[in-house]
């Protein structure tokens, strides 16, 4: 049987709608074109009724009737004026054709000249890394496409790029550190440096992001943080890291920054905090925000063994029980310490032993905060002494349950120099100021996933809360009050968070015996010369009458049992020489 041929109309009938919608679609531009004016008016028109909307509903209710009187007194104007409606038609066409117009820039198809060379160098660098010879259809090949292994992108203003999208062969080793610090370092360098970036590895979908991150905030001067008992702000982080913000003061201005918040006491997993840093980096800076800080809620013993007078704005405060600068003092400190703290455990244990709640005095935080106790370390090894180092073990081991938190600053380079206890009971590490990422990963236990810079502004780090994420710090502005290098603004706010000074004991006053106890024997020393007689003593005249004192608050006078007569008070006068 022959075929019977197709309908013409099934033949060619998807030529004749290709053609019709054609055609209707150049009659739709036609009459766009035609219709533009109007379309623009009437788009005006919208926007000027909307902005008339908002500015009534901003009006407060009892200006709003001295707002209608306005208005009716200029469009009765307008009508009692020759030609005033035809003027104030033409003018409003005008306004709406203005506030109508598309103001939206031509969006780009796609990268200028100048972006796309960027991006064409990008991929051939990652050639050598991202391609295999038994690769069949290889994503990466000398002169190939680039839009294919970047999908997404983004440029700054300077012209170089700030967000990309990068897609790499499923055979690419990303689970191993090595191969992803060389693909971050040459990233890193061909998108532009003195930047840091950030890398997010999705080893399901064999993609990576790279983003550049913004600066942290260096203007954020010490202040009372709103935390609390057992809560510590080391310092400030990018909004993406954590879900926790405070809010802080600038000036006269207040924003929400997120911070990195250091968590001790009993139930904290990293009790004491070891911050390294280069010289100028900012530790010092991070211990006084500390201690400020933990003067809130308790007590502070500071060594500072660097000597240059960091911390002398602390010395006799409230809450401050020491601040030592020498080797001798620095012992005695650090051996009170120790003993308190084993005082306090054995308090807390037998109190849990009977039933009892902690003494009150064991609950009180105890910080003992160190800079530099390596350059203890030489003077004391010179002189034969103990290692001020070897007396932090027990603070180390035994501090959480005696709520006592010990706090280790020191430099880079003298990492090797301090103890094993201190390197494995610091569990919070902190390191600041320009370090290489080996360092970092060395000290934190873990590699930053952004690209360390050369050239930071002082407190600017990485921290690390155990085995958490490592996040990037800026620590707040702290310095020493008494510098002359710093400004008026940042010395008062120190000064505002200093607690009052503590009255020296020598300064109190000692009360008066009382008269009903007897007076009791004053026995002075003997001040004679040598070679010469003693001389006798001199009788003095018993006071007729003492008035009895006021009864004052302080400690008990000890009584005199059995007191003997009264007896003259011996004046000792220093003999004339004898010729």
């Given at each position: 049987m022959a075929r019977r041929p197709l309908p013409r109309i099934l033949s060619n009938g998807s030529a004749q709608l290709a053609r019709s919608r054609e055609l209707a679609r150049t009659a739709a531009d036609s009459a766009t074109d035609v219709l533009h004016p109007l379309i623009t008016i009437t788009r005006g028109l919208r926007r000027l009724a909307a902005a008339g909307r908002r500015r009534w509903t901003e009006t407060p209710k009892e200006r709003r009737g001295a707002l209608l009187f306005l208005v009716a007194s200029v469009l009765l104007v307008v009508a009692l004026l020759p030609y005033g409606p035809l003027?104030?038609?033409?003018?409003?066409?005008?306004?709406?054709?203005?506030?109508?117009?598309?103001?939206?820039?031509?969006?780009?198809?796609?990268?200028?000249?100048?972006?796309?060379?960027?991006?064409?160098?990008?991929?051939?660098?990652?050639?050598?890394?991202?391609?295999?010879?038994?690769?069949?259809?290889?994503?990466?090949?000398?002169?190939?496409?680039?839009?294919?292994?970047?999908?997404?992108?983004?440029?700054?203003?300077?012209?170089?790029?700030?967000?990309?999208?990068?897609?790499?062969?499923?055979?690419?080793?990303?689970?191993?550190?090595?191969?992803?610090?060389?693909?971050?370092?040459?990233?890193?360098?061909?998108?532009?440096?003195?930047?840091?970036?950030?890398?997010?590895?999705d080893e399901e979908g064999n993609q990576l992001t790279v983003s550049v991150l913004l600066p942290l905030p260096v203007d954020i001067a010490a202040q009372r943080f709103v935390t609390t008992p057992g809560e510590t702000v080391l310092g400030f982080t990018d909004p993406t890291e954590v879900r926790r913000t405070l809010p802080l003061t600038y000036g006269e201005q207040q924003r929400d920054v997120p911070p990195v918040v250091w968590r001790t006491g009993l139930r904290s997993t990293e009790p004491h905090l070891l911050a390294l840093g280069q010289p100028g980096s900012g530790t010092s800076t991070l211990l006084r925000s500390i201690a400020l800080q933990a003067l809130q809620h308790g007590d502070v013993v500071i060594v500072d063994g660097g000597g240059t007078g960091e911390y002398a704005c602390l010395t006799g405060r409230d809450g401050v029980l020491a601040v030592e600068c020498g080797l001798t003092g620095a012992l005695a400190s650090l051996e009170w310490a120790a003993t308190e703290t084993e005082r306090r455990l054995i308090a807390a244990n037998r109190a849990h032993q009977a039933?009892?709640?902690?003494?009150?005095?064991?609950?009180?935080?105890?910080?003992?905060?160190?800079?530099?106790?390596?350059?203890?370390?030489?003077?004391?090894?010179?002189?034969?002494?103990?290692?001020?180092?070897?007396?932090?073990?027990?603070?180390?081991?035994?501090?959480?349950?005696?709520?006592?938190?010990?706090?280790?600053?020191?430099?880079?380079?003298?990492?090797?120099?301090?103890?094993?206890?201190?390197?494995?009971?610091?569990?919070?590490?902190?390191?600041?100021?320009?370090?290489?990422?080996?360092?970092?990963?060395?000290?934190?236990?873990?590699?930053?996933?952004?690209?360390?810079?050369?050239?930071?502004?002082?407190?600017?780090?990485?921290?690390?809360?155990?085995?958490?994420?490592?996040?990037?710090?800026?620590?707040?502005?702290?310095?020493?009050?008494?510098?002359?290098?710093?400004?008026?603004?940042?010395?008062?706010?120190?000064?505002?968070?200093?607690?009052?000074?503590?009255?020296?004991?020598?300064?109190?006053?000692?009360?008066?015996?009382?008269?009903?106890?007897?007076?009791?024997?004053?026995?002075?020393?003997?001040?004679?010369?040598?070679?010469?007689?003693?001389?006798?003593?001199?009788?003095?005249?018993?006071?007729?009458?003492?008035?009895?004192?006021?009864?004052?608050?302080?400690?008990?006078?000890?009584?005199?049992?059995?007191?003997?007569?009264?007896?003259?008070?011996?004046?000792?006068?220093?003999?004339?020489?004898?010729?």
């Open positions: 003027c104030a038609a033409v003018t409003l066409m005008a306004a709406a054709a203005w506030k109508g117009r598309d103001r939206a820039p031509a969006a780009s198809d796609g990268p200028d000249e100048s972006q796309t060379e960027r991006l064409k160098a990008l991929y051939e660098a990652l050639v050598p890394y991202f391609s295999a010879a038994e690769d069949p259809e290889p994503l990466y090949a000398h002169g190939g496409a680039w839009d294919k292994a970047f999908p997404t992108y983004a440029f700054d203003g300077a012209g170089r790029i700030s967000h990309l999208v990068v897609r790499y062969p499923a055979y690419f080793t990303d689970g191993e550190a090595e191969a992803r610090a060389r693909i971050e370092h040459l990233l890193a360098a061909k998108s532009g440096r003195g930047r840091e970036y950030h890398f997010t590895w039933g009892h709640p902690p003494p009150d005095d064991t609950k009180r935080p105890l910080w003992i905060l160190l800079d530099r106790p390596t350059a203890f370390t030489h003077l004391a090894a010179a002189d034969d002494r103990k290692d001020p180092q070897s007396l932090l073990q027990v603070p180390l081991r035994h501090g959480r349950p005696a709520n006592v938190t010990v706090v280790v600053a020191d430099q880079l380079d003298s990492l090797d120099t301090l103890t094993d206890a201190v390197r494995q009971h610091t569990r919070a590490r902190v390191v600041l100021g320009p370090a290489t990422a080996d360092q970092i990963e060395s000290v934190l236990g873990a590699p930053p996933h952004t690209t360390p810079v050369d050239q930071v502004p002082p407190g600017r780090g990485y921290a690390r809360l155990g085995m958490g994420p490592v996040h990037r710090l800026q620590v707040p502005a702290t310095p020493n009050p008494y510098d002359d290098a710093t400004s008026d603004a940042l010395r008062q706010a120190v000064l505002d968070l200093l607690p009052p000074r503590t009255t020296p004991a020598d300064g109190e006053a000692v009360p008066d015996p009382d008269p009903s106890q007897g007076e009791p024997e004053l026995v002075a020393p003997e001040l004679v010369e040598p070679g010469q007689a003693k001389p006798e003593p001199q009788s003095v005249p018993e006071p007729e009458t003492v008035p009895e004192p006021e009864p004052v608050v302080s400690e008990p006078v000890p009584v005199l049992t059995e007191p003997a007569e009264r007896k003259p008070v011996p004046v000792l006068t220093k003999p004339t020489k004898s010729s």
